[in-house]
């Protein structure tokens, strides 16, 4: 089974859940909601809605996973689970939390009364992807049967139990300023499809700026074989999204704000702002106009 959803809502709740019956809550890693506010969240989702949930910082930034600490907002953050209802409780440790912790983490997966609750991990850092590494993590999550979290895009998680999750953050060279194209849904499609088999579960959880388009198109073509167009196509979209912009704005500003964005052109072909705009003279511009004069529109 394919699950697929945002992390947190990037639009309203209700046009939300109308869409897709999966959504990870992110907020909780900032603050814990009151339990009061955890329940009206899962008596207002359909029936059928699923929650999970990102654990709060104290556990993986403040305390990096150290039981005597770490066990009491842990705790918490399963009563949070419970109230909604939710399976998946995602831990994710920052990049200074490095492989020299793993007995750190061990010691905590290990300790931890999880009880029906699946805990996975999303590690982060370069440092974690050297191979030798991979296989010491991969051993000691399968033993504790923990699964790896990871962006596929980037490495495959070393061990998924009946759940694989996945978080895609974007490939571009800032995280989440991205958009996925027809190309790179297809082979996110092959991954997934390689994960799910015997029986298992995998969740795919978008976390870009686009993440509520590229989901939907994800779940289309999971649905009918097909990707619906990009809301961008054709002349007049350009024209539209650049009189929306706030001006005067320079070139180097627009590529960061917007060159991440996939447009439709001739067709279906699927081209990248950047690669609209990347010949402009730098320069600030006081309107639309003056960019759509450079560009040919």
């Known amino acids: 089974m394919i699950k697929i959803g945002c992390c947190g809502y990037p639009v309203g709740r209700k046009r939300y859940q109308e869409t897709f019956r999966l959504v990870e809550i992110n907020r909780t890693f900032y603050r814990v909601p009151k339990i009061s506010t955890v329940i009206k969240w899962r008596r207002e989702a359909p029936a059928d809605f699923e929650f999970t949930v990102k654990a709060h910082q104290d556990i993986s930034h403040k305390y990096k996973l150290k039981l005597e600490d770490a066990l009491e907002p842990f705790e918490t953050m399963k009563t949070v689970c419970r109230n909604l209802a939710a399976k998946i409780l995602l831990i994710q440790t920052p990049a200074s939390f490095k492989p020299d912790r793993l007995e750190d983490a061990e010691d905590f997966f290990k300790s931890i009364r999880r009880e029906e609750l699946i805990v996975v ?125 706030r001006y005067p704005l320079t070139k180097s500003a627009l590529m960061k704000k917007i060159g991440w964005r996939l447009v439709e052109i001739e067709g279906q072909k699927q081209v990248r702002l950047e690669e609209l705009l990347k010949s402009i003279p730098s320069r600030t511009y006081r309107n639309a106009e003056e960019i759509l004069k450079e560009v040919g529109i």
Do not use: C
């Not at 974690?128 to 490495?155: A, G, I, Y």
């Not at 953050?169 to 996925?180: D, I, K, L, P």
């Not at 198109?217 to 929306?244: D, H, M, N, V």
């Open 121 to 245: 991990w999303e590690t982060r850092g370069p440092l974690w992807e050297d191979e030798e590494t991979r296989e010491r993590l991969r051993s000691v999550l399968e033993s504790l049967d923990v699964p790896h979290v990871t962006d596929p895009f980037r490495t495959l998680p070393v061990y998924s139990s009946s759940v694989a999750y996945l978080r895609l953050h974007g490939s571009g060279s800032r995280m989440y300023y991205y958009q996925y194209s027809d190309g790179e849904l297809s082979e996110l499609h092959r991954i997934v499809k390689s994960l799910e088999s015997n029986g298992r579960e995998v969740y795919v959880l978008f976390n870009n700026l686009s993440m509520f388009e590229d989901a939907s198109r994800f779940l289309s073509f999971i649905e009918t074989g097909k990707f619906p167009p990009l809301i961008l196509r054709g002349e007049e979209s350009i024209r539209a999204l650049l009189t929306r912009m």
